[in-house]
């Protein structure tokens, strides 16, 4: 081939080369922009539809409590006292749907609300003060910046910090009772939110060195070698030793409580936001890996209420599991690779399109007012299976919100 020949064919195959991987980058291209208005859709729907519905949940329930569940058989909305675990999500729903809407109507009842859980500020009586006030009053704070919220949320870091014992390094979950001595629960990751934002917010730093603290027991007693997560450590105050590794809302002791796993995922997250822990976000990573590559998890990416529940594929889901992990898994993308956050983002977008679908989001006017069908509460009591859940809410607005913040 002469020299002139050789340069053009050179030529012809870097133009082809060219060519076909601006038609990739615009087919992929094209796909961003199909899944980015596929979502701003999907949120906006979601979000109108939430803001109609707890209109009617608000009217549901009765001022001094808050929505808990919805009992078809006998067509009511189950409500709790506002010391109940789950106290802090309607507030924090209406602030959600708030902060997308700017819906009046939705702000007083969030309001209303509020001021009924403020009391809680001084209670101890558990671990769960994170859950109750940091996703109700933490979102008023970050919405309106009112000093009585912060003022709120100090108080009820102070009142958490009084469940921690030096002797285990870790926050009592519960009191003693015939069934533990000193039980500290995978759910408890949760509750450091409130106590490491107080601290980097001006309050007394002690609260978030307990997070820290806590959060490292948690790595070294409460993970089996594939990063699943034992749902409850029984510890004796005196020792400090681990008595017993066991469940109390999963299939068994050795099971993977799928709601478990996803506190643990969203708590090492979170953790890594508060403190830029290496370790943390390792942990949330492998968590992630235990969740996202399970044989069980099923291929709507809703999972089973346990990852090793007794009958998959016939097993119900649990939505607020779903929820939850979707959340999680969209903060986590922000702290990754890119090969890393399309994995993380893709998974929860596929949770947030199955949990809008008809399978699990209601129709208006149905489901009491909730928005999230099958949920799974505790199973082993037969407790709120397979119904809506206020915390099913919470996290897929959450999600809802977090998509959008990050990836529209
Ligand atoms: N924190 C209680 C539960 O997840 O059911």
Redesign the pocket.
């Given at each position: 081939m002469k020299q002139s020949a050789r340069k053009k064919s050179v030529f012809i195959v870097i133009l082809c080369l060219w060519i076909s991987n601006a038609n990739f980058a615009q087919g992929s291209s094209t796909e961003n922009t199909s899944t980015k208005n596929r979502m701003t859709k999907l949120i906006d729907d979601e979000f109108n539809f939430a803001a109609q519905q707890y209109k009617l949940l608000g009217k549901n329930v009765a001022r001094d409590v808050m929505p808990v569940t919805f009992n078809k058989k006998e067509n009511k909305v189950e409500t709790s006292n506002t010391k109940w675990?789950c106290s802090g999500f309607f507030p924090g729903t209406l602030l959600y749907i708030y902060e997308y809407t700017k819906d009046a109507e939705i702000k007083a009842e969030a309001e209303k609300r509020l001021a009924i859980l403020e009391k809680e500020k001084h209670y101890t009586g558990n671990h769960d003060l994170g859950f109750m006030m940091y996703c109700s009053f933490g979102n008023a704070y970050r919405l309106f910046g009112k000093p009585e919220d912060k003022a709120t949320i100090d108080t009820a870091a102070a009142s958490l910090s009084t469940r921690y014992r030096p002797s285990i390094k870790a926050i009592q979950s519960w009191d003693s009772s015939k069934n533990f001595k000193c039980p500290v629960i995978i759910?408890n990751m949760m509750n450091l939110e409130l106590l490491s934002w107080a601290s980097d917010n001006g309050a007394d730093p002690k609260f978030k060195e307990i997070a820290i603290t806590h959060a490292n027991t948690t790595i070294k007693n409460h993970f089996r070698p594939d990063y699943s997560s034992y749902h409850v450590l029984d510890y004796d105050l005196t020792t400090g030793e681990v008595l017993r590794k066991v469940t109390w809302?999963g299939a068994a002791d050795s099971s993977a409580w799928s709601?478990g796993q996803g506190w643990g995922l969203y708590g090492y997250t979170m953790m890594y936001r508060f403190t830029k822990d290496k370790n943390y976000l390792l942990q949330a990573k492998n968590i992630a890996k235990f969740i996202l590559n399970n044989p069980n998890l099923p291929a709507d990416k809703i999972p089973y209420w346990d990852f090793d529940a007794p009958n998959i594929p016939n097993a119900l889901r649990d939505a607020s599991a779903g929820a939850l992990i979707a959340s999680a898994l969209l903060e986590l993308g922000q702290y990754s690779n890119k090969k890393e956050k399309k994995e993380y983002v893709a998974v929860a977008e596929k949770i947030i399109e199955s949990l809008a679908s008809d399978k699990y989001r209601a129709k208006l006017g149905e489901n009491g007012g909730f928005l999230l069908m099958h949920s799974v509460?505790?199973l082993p009591f037969k407790s709120e299976v397979d119904v809506p859940l206020t915390y099913a809410d919470y996290y897929f607005l959450e999600a809802l919100l977090r998509y959008k913040k990050w990836y529209l």
């Amino acid at each position: 081939m002469k020299q002139s020949a050789r340069k053009k064919s050179v030529f012809i195959v870097i133009l082809c080369l060219w060519i076909s991987n601006a038609n990739f980058a615009q087919g992929s291209s094209t796909e961003n922009t199909s899944t980015k208005n596929r979502m701003t859709k999907l949120i906006d729907d979601e979000f109108n539809f939430a803001a109609q519905q707890y209109k009617l949940l608000g009217k549901n329930v009765a001022r001094d409590v808050m929505p808990v569940t919805f009992n078809k058989k006998e067509n009511k909305v189950e409500t709790s006292n506002t010391k109940w675990w789950c106290s802090g999500f309607f507030p924090g729903t209406l602030l959600y749907i708030y902060e997308y809407t700017k819906d009046a109507e939705i702000k007083a009842e969030a309001e209303k609300r509020l001021a009924i859980l403020e009391k809680e500020k001084h209670y101890t009586g558990n671990h769960d003060l994170g859950f109750m006030m940091y996703c109700s009053f933490g979102n008023a704070y970050r919405l309106f910046g009112k000093p009585e919220d912060k003022a709120t949320i100090d108080t009820a870091a102070a009142s958490l910090s009084t469940r921690y014992r030096p002797s285990i390094k870790a926050i009592q979950s519960w009191d003693s009772s015939k069934n533990f001595k000193c039980p500290v629960i995978i759910d408890n990751m949760m509750n450091l939110e409130l106590l490491s934002w107080a601290s980097d917010n001006g309050a007394d730093p002690k609260f978030k060195e307990i997070a820290i603290t806590h959060a490292n027991t948690t790595i070294k007693n409460h993970f089996r070698p594939d990063y699943s997560s034992y749902h409850v450590l029984d510890y004796d105050l005196t020792t400090g030793e681990v008595l017993r590794k066991v469940t109390w809302q999963g299939a068994a002791d050795s099971s993977a409580w799928s709601r478990g796993q996803g506190w643990g995922l969203y708590g090492y997250t979170m953790m890594y936001r508060f403190t830029k822990d290496k370790n943390y976000l390792l942990q949330a990573k492998n968590i992630a890996k235990f969740i996202l590559n399970n044989p069980n998890l099923p291929a709507d990416k809703i999972p089973y209420w346990d990852f090793d529940a007794p009958n998959i594929p016939n097993a119900l889901r649990d939505a607020s599991a779903g929820a939850l992990i979707a959340s999680a898994l969209l903060e986590l993308g922000q702290y990754s690779n890119k090969k890393e956050k399309k994995e993380y983002v893709a998974v929860a977008e596929k949770i947030i399109e199955s949990l809008a679908s008809d399978k699990y989001r209601a129709k208006l006017g149905e489901n009491g007012g909730f928005l999230l069908m099958h949920s799974v509460g505790a199973l082993p009591f037969k407790s709120e299976v397979d119904v809506p859940l206020t915390y099913a809410d919470y996290y897929f607005l959450e999600a809802l919100l977090r998509y959008k913040k990050w990836y529209l």
